[in-house]
Structure formats: structure tokens, C-alpha cells
């Protein structure tokens, strides 16, 4: 039986949520076909954990020693959202030792998280997005140029985040600064954007049976004054899906979402953000590992679509263990 590390935690805020992500999958795994388990990459340790025990993951090839033996994987289901396990560094990881995981290669990792660099990149697919200005942690920064800019209001938010974390909406001249500190208290870049007025969008999209498949659209309906981390997790929200979007609009962000993902080269699942305004979405950002928990948008757009976990996961694992390395030329 295959054994899949089913691996959560991170070095971000953003490790609760993987750990309810993690869960999710675990409990969904065809444990007919495979042995699923769970792994702690944290600041404290990287572990194995299995009834309650803890084992130390040997870095230098991702095994384990339980009983006496050394336990081997043979893939890896990773679900940490953020830093090491979204942004790239893990993926590079894997590749170097020869263990293979779900999701998209180490680059596509990289470029994606980076709001800013993924931006550039899709702009030159023409895909709209908002007016931005970006700023670098002690960069001298005039206010009334970026307001001049992009407007007021406007977003402030760090370039490389997840789970809306450090970001704030700023209605005045003053309101810059304390939002510039709250960001930079997450990131050493910042990304100060202009506000769209419109109707935000969640889309997930995915690599289904080797075939880029947009699962679903939802609108987003915050009661906070955006999506936030209080309106994402502590249900500060209404999700709707499908959204309501007339027909033309709806097949407009379809067809912009899967032409985003397949311009970056994606594999595996995403979750992209637009604003329509005026029937025309806009980018906002690209999560290359969207939460799973059961209040997530991914998991709700795929039961809406008729398919089950069991198998989104099952296309995952087999995409995992048939794809090839990038480097293997």
C-alpha cells in the first residue's frame, strides 16, 4: 500500500488552517488504495504523527524511524498554506530528494505567491487587474503620488500572504501609514492597490483527470468591509455559489480563470480572486492551495459540482505519482 504524508502546519499565521485543511484530506483518502499519514512541518520540529506518537522526520531524505524501521513515502499530499509549503521552497525540496507531491512545480509556486510578480506576468496575457503601486519594507514613499495613483479608497496589503492577513482597505491620507505598518508586519513588500467596485468572485480551478476544469464560481458577500480574515474563517460572510452572474459574465470568468491558470502552467488545485466590474473580472490573486477545512470555498464549489473529495483527491495522487520532474529533460 502506498504511503502518502499528508503534510500541514507551516511557518505562518496561516498554519491553523492548514491543520484543518490536513484533516479534511486525510479523512477523504482512499485508504483501500493508500496509508495515509499526517506530517508536521513547523517551526518547532518536522514530525511524523501517528496514533498520538511523534517521530522526527529525517530532512535529509523525508523519512521517519518507528519500530525500529525506516519509514519511507512514496508521495506527498501537501496542504500547507503559506510559507515553506506554498511559496515554492518545499517544492524545490522535494525535487531535490526525488519524493513526489500534488500541486503545481516549485516555480509556479514561487511566481504565485508573489501578488505582484504573478500579476506582471498574467498582464501579459491580457488579463485586467487592479492600478497598483509597489513598495519595498524602508522604501521613501510619497503619499500623495501613490494616492494620486490609485485612489482613494484603496487596499494595502503584503505582496507574499495568505488569508487576506495584514491587509486593510484606506479610506484617507491618514489611514496610509497604519495600514502601511500593519502590512509590513507580514511582509517586506507591499502592494497598494485600487479599489474596484464590483462583485468579488472566488473560482476554482483545477487539473481534473489531466484536464484543466474551472469547478465552480462564488460570489462573495462580505460583512466586513472586505474579505478578511474574520469574514474567511469566522463566518463574517456569505458564499454563494454558484454566483449570480448572467450567462455571458459567468462564461467571461471562466474562461479568464482557466486562461490564467494555464498561461502560469498550473497544475493541481487553485483558487483565483477576481472583482466584475461592469461584466469584466478583474485579478486579484492566485492561491495555489486553497483551504480545505469543510467551510472552505474549494471543497463547496466541488460539492456543488458532483464531485466528491475522495475524488478530487484520488486525481490528485495519480497526477502526483505519473507526472515527471521539471528537471528531467
Known sequence: ???????????????????????????????????????????????????????PIHRGDFTFDRHGEKVKFDVVFNTIHGTPGEDGYLQAYFEMIGIKYNGCDFYQSAITFNKKDCIAVLSKYGIPHAQSVYVAANEQLNHDEVLAKVGLPCFVKPNKSGSSLGISKVHSKEELQPALDKAFREDREVLIESFLDGTEVSVGVLKYNGVTTVLGITEIISENEFFDYEAKYEGKSQEITPARLDTKTE??????????????????FSRSEYIVVNGEPYFL????????????IFPQQAQHAGISMKDLIESELNFALNKTSPWNV
Not at 25 to 51: C, F, H, M, T
Not at 251 to 268: P, S
Open 251 to 268: 462564461q467571461k470568468v471562466r474562461n479568464i480563470a482557466a486562461k490564467a491558470y494555464d498561461a502560469l502552467n498550473m497544475t493541481g
Open 285 to 296: 490573486e492566485m492561491n495555489t492551495l486553497p483551504g480545505m477545512s469543510p467551510a472552505s
Open 1 to 55: 500500500m502506498l504511503k502518502v504524508a499528508v503534510v500541514a502546519g507551516g511557518y505562518s499565521d496561516e498554519s491553523v488552517i492548514s491543520l484543518k485543511s490536513c484533516e479534511l484530506i486525510y479523512q477523504n483518502i482512499d485508504q483501500s488504495k493508500y496509508e495515509p499519514i499526517r506530517v508536521r512541518i513547523l517551526k518547532e520540529g518536522w514530525y511524523a504523527e501517528i496514533d498520538g506518537e511523534k517521530y
